[in-house]
Structure formats: C-alpha cells, structure tokens
C-alpha cells in the first residue's frame, strides 16, 4: 500500500505544480484553450498518444479484451485510429489554413454561425461530457480498488483533481503534461502485458488453452457485430475536436501532420495491448468478473507494488490527460463558439479567459452528475461515439467539398439525423441506429440542399479546396503585435 500511496502523491504534486506554473504563464484564451497555436513535434506525438489512452485504453479495451477477445480491436481501436490518421494527414492544411478554432468553427464560417450551434452543443454535451465522465468513473475505480475508497467519495475525489488541474494551466499545460505521461502510460501497458504473459504460462500455453473465437479478428457468425460497431465508431474521429485541437496546437502544418502520423501509429501498435491483456487474464482472472475491473484485478494481483505502482500510475496518467482534453473540448464548444460567438461577439480578452473558466467548470460538473449515473463504460462511450457522427459526418462532408450544400440542408440532416438515431431504438428493429441515422443524414443533406438556395450567411465554397488554395498562416515566431497565435480572425467569423 505504501507504495501506491507513494507514486500517487508524488504523480499529483508534480501535475499540480506544472498547472501551477502555466496559470501564471497562459495570459490568453488563445494560449488557454489551444496552446497558442505553438507547439512542436514530441509534445504534440505526446499529447495524441496520451489523450486516446484514457479509460477506454486501461479499463474498456481491456474488458473487451476479456469478454470478446482480440475482436474488440477491429471493431473499436483500429478503425478509429484509421479515421483519425486520414484527418490529420488529409485535413491538416485545409484546416489550419481556413482559420478555426472547432467545427462549430466551420460550419459558422460554411452556412452562417447559427449553423455552429449544433456541432457546438453535441462536442459539449453529446461528447465531452459523458466521456469526461468516463475518465472520473475511471480515477474513482483506481481509487476504490487501490485504496478502498467507496465508489462515490471516490467520484467526488476525482472530479476535485481533474477540475484543479485542468482549470489552472488549459490546453498549454494539459499537452506537457500529456507528452511526459505518455512515456509512463506506454510503460505500464508494456509492463503489464509482459507480465501477463508471464502468470498465463507464456504464451504458447495461453494459445493453446483460449478458444479459438477470442484470438480471431472476426469471430465465425459475428462479422455483422464487428462491421457494426466499427461503423458507428470510427467515423466519429473525423470531427472528433480533441484531435482538431492538437492539429490548430501544432506550430505549423508539417508539425501537425508528422506529429500525428507518428502519434496514431504508435498508438496503433499500443492499442493492440490492452486487448492482449483482457485475452491472457482469462487464464487467471474469474470469468465471471465484471469487464470493467479487469485491469484492477490484474494490476493488483500480478506485480508486486513498486511495479504495480507504476503500472497504476501509468493509468492514473490517462484517465488525467483524457479528462483534461475532453473537458477543454467542450470548454472551448461554449466559451469560443457560444459566447464569443453568439453572445458577447465583442468580448474582451479578459472575457474570454473568465468564460473558457467557466465552461471547464460547467462541463466538469456536468460529467460528474453524469459519472454517477454510468455503469457500462464502452455501451455509454460508443452511444456518444454513434449520436455524434450520424449527425455530424455528412454535413462536414459536405461542407469541405460540396459546393451545393446549402444551409438549410445542413441543418435539417443534422436534427433529422440526431432524431432518427435517438429515436431507432424504440422500435426494436434489430438494426443498430447508426444504419437509418447515417441514411437519414445524407439523404436529407442532399434532397434539401437541392430544394433551397444559398442564404445570404453562406460562403458557398468546397472549404477543402479553398483551405488548400490559402497560404499557410504564420506561426507566433512569425508574427508581432498578435494574441501569440497568428490567427486573429478566428473569434470574429
């Protein structure tokens, strides 16, 4: 126990301390929300490996691993990290040259900025929320598991640390802290695997002894299942605003691209882990433990604590540097595109900094409310996942390279599609949502942007294609007399 208790004060007052130091150093909402536009290469490779190995990493990836076997990595990690690897090579430029802060951003700047409340409000509320949440269920399990603190004080303790961290350095502080984390969080699931393979009687007898069904991509009879969930997953990563916000973080284009493909590809082989350890924990572990303390199980019973202590702070890591991003995603959602954006266009800087406060404040009591709610970490992360992307997708789509679109039928796809998934499951048609949400929101994209016309908002231009025709923005190293970034037109579009 000493040892536990050890790494974990040490980990808070070394995170504290950091968020400490850029709470005097970040003067800007700039700074605060997107780290000024000014971040180099390992920070950003950092940042991206820590941020997608949160929760669903230590705890979802490994339950799946243990109730549906290797499987779970085709039908969740792999076809995320794909999708997000095409943003950041293909999107980058387009992106970053046109301006924007978020999607609401675009959508602003596409059909007028009435348009942006929708991405705005499900980035927030839809996403951030619930998936903060998922990161404070997290920390609370750790903390009950480890130190048998009951779940809801545990809860309670989780939100206070992730809310203090988070509310003193912004994104600026969150990304350096991520890139340090990022080593520990590799460690742990390196450790861990190895030391699985070790208690399952190497790994020629942890073959021989699963069935076939867990050590296969896709299982005979379950193709449908894989393809399902991989659909209603990954196409959400292509607006996903955590990974925006590492892509506007990056001092230049070339930054963002090379930092991403290295991050997504690491994160490709790490991702594969997790799933590995929930397959080999059958060997050891009661079949009848329940997905989400898996990893606990196997952490506390496989290494001794000056190894299980790192191993734990490995995960204490990412469930901090997720919660910390999830919460600046929707910080960012209502503070740049709500109240900047629709209520106080005006705002002073002053202003801007005390609203981004606010909001980490808003979302992370909004996640706390809603992690006492949670029971089914993956079942609620892939509903936020599904609701996001059939509304979303399309209209992105089309925003970036259809010139027709108008914005009447970027709105009417997005309620009509949000409707539809939400409502789908009421009918008990065995058909997963994802497949009328999706039809829905193209098929009304389409009909509706050929029966009105442009607005007098609109731009109407195929974004992608007008981002790449702009020159490349300058960094701050470039520029003088600017907020750091380079970017002074973003808050007034």
Known sequence: MEWYIGYTVVYFLIMFA???????????????????????????TGTLISTWCGAAAFIGWV????????????????????????????????LRRLKLFTLADLFGKRFGRKAGVVPSVFSAFVYSVPATALQIVGMSTVFNVIFGIDLDTGLILSFALILGFTILGGLEATIVTDALQSVIVIAGIIILALCSV??????????FNTPTEFLTPIPDGRALEVVTFALTVAPFYLVWQSTWQRIFASKTEEVAIKAGVTGFGLVMLISFLPYCIGVLAR?????????????????????????????????????????????????????HDLYCGLVNKQATEAQKMKSARVSVVIISILSLGV???????ISMYQWALRVSATTLIFPFLAAMFWQRVTASGCIASMIGAMSITVLWPL?????????????VSLSTLWLVS???????????????WNGMNQAAPQTSA??????????????KQ
């Open 478 to 491: 470039q520029t003088t007399g600017k907020a750091a970034t380079g970017y002074p037109l973003a808050a």
């Open 63 to 94: 339950g799946m691993g243990f109730t549906k076997g290797i499987s779970g990595y085709f039908m969740f990690a792999l076809p995320g990290i794909l999708v997000s690897l095409l943003l950041v090579i293909f999107f980058s430029k387009p």
């Open 450 to 464: 050929k029966l009105t016309s442009h607005s007098h908002n609109e731009q109407a231009k195929a974004f992608y």
């Open 283 to 335: 060997q050891f572990v009661p079949l009848d433990t329940p997905a989400d303390l898996v990893f606990s199980f196997v952490a506390m019973e496989l290494l001794h604590p000056a190894i299980g202590g790192i191993v734990i702070i490995g995960l204490l890591s990412a469930l901090m540097t997720g919660a910390d991003s999830f919460i600046l995603q929707g910080s960012s959602n209502l503070s």
């Open 198 to 207: 070790t208690y399952a009687g190497g790994l020629e007898n942890a073959l």
């Open 371 to 377: 992690s006492f709610m949670m029971t089914d970490i």
């Open 18 to 44: 950091i968020g400490g130091y850029y709470f005097f150093k970040v003067k800007t909402s700039d700074a605060y929300l997107i780290a000024g536009w000014n971040m180099g290469y390992w920070k950003i």
């Open 427 to 439: 009918f008990d048609t065995g058909i997963d949502a994802a497949y009328p949400g999706f039809l």
